[in-house]
């Protein structure tokens, strides 16, 4: 997790506007950049992570909610949660807004 060490969990994560989804399946959604032409086949607790981004929403609010899904409240679950976003911040589909 290169990018979530540096990256506060009070910051509000910023849902790329060329990022969109793509349901070619009923249980593999895609999350492709049309700027770049990256993508990546999400499962359905990456799903769930992804629909919390609202562009409102703190990275520990988002986490909170997330692990409140799940009946194994283990680190874990945040441990994974942070890793998928950490791989959205590398693939540029998510950033934060810089206040001036």
Known sequence: MIYMQNIDGS?????????????ISENKPILINTD????????????LLWNLINNKRTMN??????Q????????????DGKQFLDQLIQMGFIGFEVKK
Not at 36 to 47: V, Y
């Open 11 to 23: 910051f509000i994560p910023i849902v790329n506007p060329s990022v969109h989804m793509l349901s």
């Open 36 to 47: 770049t032409t990256m993508s990546m086949t999400i499962n359905e607790s990456a799903l």
């Open 61 to 66: 609010d988002i986490l909170t909610r997330f």
């Open 68 to 79: 409140e899904e799940f009946t194994d409240t283990s680190e874990q679950i945040v441990d």
